[in-house]
């Protein structure tokens, strides 16, 4: 895909659960008191079901197939990406006030505030992925790039897809790495069994390579993969491209 499909609305995701949990913390501080920790245990509780909620309603979703696009880029979904940076800011947010309101000492108000820096820092950098609308997985002439690391296609010896039916996930064995190399459904808006395909065949196909990113390439090579699919009566894979 070359872009991510983008709603305005789920930029809220991004600004009202860590607004709500600091107001709500700044009311606390404010007027609770010196028994102020003793209405912490709900509040924490709240912002759990809440953040619950936004897991359920913006991750546990059925994901669109990838239709081909002259470059391969695949996107964190939108509003999952939303979602996250939501969830990290609040969490944040609650490991600060938390720090703030109980008195257990120097080490555990330590602790709190590390945590909430460490949440702090990684929202920012998803935040600014979401921004510049930086993918999570893409495919070059060169290799492919998995978040910030970008591996070469002499380097990738092999492509699987593993887990389970809850946990998917795709492994690239990189030369050189002990571990491979992991993209699960969350990191991308499409098909994992499509991506598996793609990047199985230019590992196989070195001689295609320089043509990635040119249009032409990007429908032939997805009705390889459809054509290859469906002859061998496998479900799953790239979507039929309707005819324009």
């Known amino acids: 895909m070359t872009s991510a499909r983008r709603d305005p609305l789920n930029w809220l995701w991004v600004a009202v659960p860590p607004a709500v949990t600091l107001a709500a913390g700044g009311l606390l501080l404010a007027f609770g008191g010196p028994d102020a920790s003793a209405v912490l245990l709900p509040f924490v509780l709240a912002n759990v079901v809440v953040h619950g909620a936004n897991y359920v309603v913006n991750e546990m979703r059925r994901r669109d197939e990838a239709p081909a696009r002259a470059g391969w880029e695949f996107h964190r979904p939108f509003r999952e990406g939303c979602a996250r940076v939501g969830r990290l800011f609040a969490v944040g947010s609650v490991a600060l006030v938390w720090g703030l309101l109980v008195d257990a000492g120097p080490v555990p108000a330590a602790v709190a505030f590390a945590g909430a820096a460490a949440n702090f820092a990684v929202g920012c950098r998803g935040l600014v992925r979401l921004v510049r609308g930086t993918p999570t997985v893409r495919l070059t002439g060169g290799g492919v790039g998995v978040g910030a690391r970008s591996y070469t296609w002499e380097d990738i010896q092999r492509v699987e897809l593993n887990g389970d039916r809850w946990h998917p996930r795709i492994d690239l064995a990189v030369a050189g790495r002990a571990r491979p190399v992991t993209v699960r459904p969350e990191d991308v808006d499409g098909s994992l069994l499509f991506l598996m395909d ?15 990113g040119e249009p032409d390439e990007a429908v032939r090579v997805h009705a390889a993969l459809l054509g290859a699919r469906l002859s061998a009566g496998l479900a799953g894979g790239p979507t039929p491209i309707p005819a324009t």
């Open 198 to 212: 793609l990047i199985g065949y230019y590992v196989a196909h070195p001689q295609r390579r320089p043509a990635i």
